[in-house]
């Protein structure tokens, strides 16, 4: 086994190789395994070095009991004068990630939000916790998911997932497993994705690799077109006055303003 990773200092990503098998760990759990633009780089690269080594495979891990809490708001919110710099990142993570030639296999036990959707919906294998739990959450800080929700949108159905879109609400395993955004539902307590591997490895490497181009190919799945335009819309609606208040309830733990309004509104509405 070959580890790169400093160890003086904690690293967000633990990047392992086992032969052929290439293993990213995000381990960020001081902010809840969040993209932050440290463990968004670090993703980058490890994609791009083990693409560049012909991989079999690459697994996507997490260590905690979240898989990935989307983007770090904080940090985001911290960053007025970079306001776009969040959203580059997270769409060259995804079309990194969804350019891959080899099979991505991802182990999901724990909430999803946000950007580590786009993580999921960018993997070939999703396998995750009976337990787990997903949420589009941006409309619920003032946004829209134009990033997450392209590469989502281009392997599932669009009626299926406007409502999780609109409301923000989150779902279950059974749930994301009827979407389509996970292939399994794990029941052992650990989310073993040893199966998977398994499986993949009795494929040609070459043969998957024209495989997962050919399907991709066929069903007309094509969101790295549409992704500098979801990039400046990412970065425009971050910038918004609803953003802003909503990146700041979050960080003060209450509800953004609109809600008591909106419920004030249905109050009357029901009366």
């Known amino acids: 086994m070959k580890s790169t990773g400093g160890t ?4 967000p990503l633990i990047v392992s190789q086992y032969g052929l098998i290439d293993r990213l760990l995000v381990d960020s759990p001081a902010n809840r395994n969040a993209l932050s633009i440290c463990l968004m780089e670090a993703i980058i ?4 070095r083990s693409a560049q080594r012909c991989a079999r495979m690459l697994v996507i891990d997490h260590t905690g009991d979240v898989f990935s809490a989307g983007v770090d708001l904080k940090e985001r919110l911290a960053l007025k004068n970079q306001p776009q710099r ?11 990630l969804w350019a891959y030639p080899a099979p991505v296999i991802c182990r999901v036990a724990g909430r ?6 786009g993580l999921i919906a960018c ?6 916790s009976s337990g787990a739990d997903f949420a589009f959450s ?4 003032g946004v829209a998911p134009a990033l997450v929700g392209s590469f989502s949108l281009a392997g599932l159905s669009s009626r299926a997932l406007k409502p999780w879109l609109l409301s923000g609400e989150s779902f279950g395993a059974e749930e994301a497993l009827r979407l389509g955004l996970v ?3 794990a029941t052992d307590p650990t989310t073993d994705i040893g199966p998977e591997m398994k499986a993949v490895l009795k494929g040609a490497p070459g043969g998957q690799r024209a495989t997962k181009s050919l399907v991709r190919e066929l069903a007309r799945e094509s969101p790295l077109q549409e992704i500098t335009a979801m990039q400046r819309l990412s970065a425009e609606l971050f910038a918004t006055v609803e953003a802003m208040e909503g990146m700041a309830a979050f960080g003060e ?3 953004p303003t609109w809600v008591a309004e909106g419920e004030a509104d249905l109050h009357l509405l029901l009366d």
């Open 112 to 117: 999803v939000r946000g950007g580590g959707i």
């Open 8 to 11: 003086a200092a904690r690293t």
């Open 86 to 96: 969040h959203s580059a990142l997270l769409g060259q993570l995804l079309a990194t």
């Open 138 to 141: 941006e409309v619920r800080v």
């Open 123 to 128: 993997s070939d294998i999703v396998v995750c």
């Open 253 to 255: 733990k209450r509800a």
């Open 45 to 48: 690269d490890a994609i791009e």
């Open 183 to 185: 292939t399994r539902i």
